[in-house]
């Protein structure tokens, strides 16, 4: 954040200073925890937690003042809607920087292809990028507000629950590059239908301005079609794209190697992370690259040194017994459950699948589960535990193979009684099943 007086503050959020204005803050935080000298801390007020709560330890923590809805006996910017406030303060920092922003969208893949891309252009200048998968109405304004004036790149993670969503997260992050990664069926019981979805996605590209890049996924006709929402130029990837991504194969650790070509220029590339999938995800940022002014033969190399950053997403643990674990529990859909399920199945003898509920899949919950079962007997898992009622039916789809257990405890029970030491273990659920406390649970063992 490029510091501001307490003054500025609440000009720019609307608020009243409660307190000296000319106090300076550097940072904004959200977490009290994280409050140290010179940072605002937003106060936002829960369900459960109320920030005001939390106020005066943030301020024996070293934070200048709080921002705040309503007035607190400490240094505080009261203003009528923190989160609201938030948002025009990471508009205004983004018009006192120079940083160009780059928006990626997606059902799945936003925050592999966002390290991938950040990765890419860190060694050309300093590059701002989410921490985890900061995506929403505070995730944006909390990734912008880390921008300074030396920040050349600045990476945006945008994710929606519903129409207008992303309009309004450009509207605090202007992006000059907008990256659409895919249209599935993440979040599909919200959005009703997969071209509701496109809806959603396409506001990015609308939003670009005319001198602007729309890099779209030629493979994907709901994403391709997205070059008519946009006046800015387009620019395309994948196996029909103009970066044109060629065969992928597998190593024996489960890492892509494959080509990428544009005009006369093809280059070789590996991604060190396990999965088939991430040769899409790294043709996404290298196109994205490539609109931000680096070159391919120099995209290829950085490519080749981008380990996973993001917690739990293919992270590779083995116990000192040699049990390998696959924490891939941040989060799922049945599109990214099927290319987590084929990533470990070349990698062990008959792999063990531990699997929870997807969410937000509305009507075609039960089918979906039932798929994502039939789909891991296909590939040879030797075992699916299915974690929670709400993930019964990958069980029920997984036949002889699959067992349903009630809960995480139970199948930390089941598991611990009965893996062996040369086993290897993936273990996948979206966000609310909070499925990590199985890998974490085995790891500990």
């Not at 729309?214 to 994948?238: E, I």
Request: with cysteine.
């Amino acid at each position: 954040m490029i510091p501001v007086d307490l003054d500025h503050v609440a000009e720019v959020a609307g608020g009243a200073v409660h307190g000296d204005g000319s106090r300076l803050v550097n940072s904004v935080v959200i977490d009290s925890r994280k409050a140290a000298a010179g940072a605002l801390f937003a106060a936002l007020a829960g369900e459960h937690v109320d920030g005001h709560e939390f106020a005066a330890a943030a301020i024996d923590a070293g934070a200048t003042a709080i921002l705040a809805s309503r007035p607190l006996d400490v240094p505080c910017v009261v203003v009528d809607n923190v989160t609201d406030a938030l948002a025009a303060l990471a508009r205004d920092n983004l018009t006192r920087t120079t940083a160009a922003v780059v928006g990626v969208t997606g059902s799945q893949g936003k925050t592999s292809v966002k390290d991938l891309l950040a990765h890419v252009l860190g060694a050309s200048g300093p590059t701002i990028a989410p921490t985890g998968s900061f995506n929403n109405e505070l995730g944006v304004p909390l990734t912008v507000l880390r921008a300074d004036a030396a920040t050349r790149f600045l990476v945006v993670e945008m994710g929606a629950r519903g129409i207008g969503h992303i309009a309004e997260l450009c509207d605090i992050a202007s992006p000059s590059i907008g990256v659409v990664l895919n249209v599935g069926s993440a979040h599909i019981g919200e959005f009703g239908s997969a071209e509701a979805i496109a809806e959603a996605k396409g506001e990015l590209v609308e939003a670009l301005p005319a001198d602007g890049t729309a890099v779209l996924n030629a493979d994907d006709p709901l994403v391709s079609a997205m070059a008519s929402r946009t006046r800015a130029r387009v620019f395309t990837f994948g196996h029909a794209g103009e970066l044109g991504l060629g065969d992928v194969s597998l190593d024996e650790l489960g890492q892509p190697h494959f080509t990428l070509s544009h005009d006369a220029t093809t280059v070789e590339v590996h991604v060190p992370q396990i999965g088939a999938h991430h040769a899409i995800n790294a043709a996404a940022a290298a196109a994205a690259a490539m609109a931000a002014g680096l070159d391919l033969e120099t995209i290829a190399v950085r490519l080749t040194s981008a380990t996973a950053t993001s917690p739990m997403r293919m992270e590779h643990h083995v116990r000192a017994d040699g049990l390998v674990v696959i924490n891939d529990a941040y989060n799922a859909n049945p599109e990214s459950m099927a290319a987590a399920l084929r990533a470990v199945a070349g990698l062990g003898r008959g792999p063990v699948a531990v699997l929870g509920e997807m969410l937000e899949l509305g009507d075609a919950a039960y089918d979906a589960h039932l798929q994502v079962g039939r789909l891991a007997a296909e590939l040879g898992y030797a075992r699916v535990v299915a974690v929670g009622p709400g993930a019964a039916a990958i069980a029920e789809g997984a036949g002889q193979v699959g067992e349903a257990v009630a809960d995480v405890d139970t199948a930390v029970d089941l598991l611990s009684a009965s893996l062996r030491a040369d086993d290897l273990v993936v273990v996948k659920a979206s966000r609310g099943a909070r499925l990590e406390r199985v890998a974490q649970a085995l790891l500990a063992r």
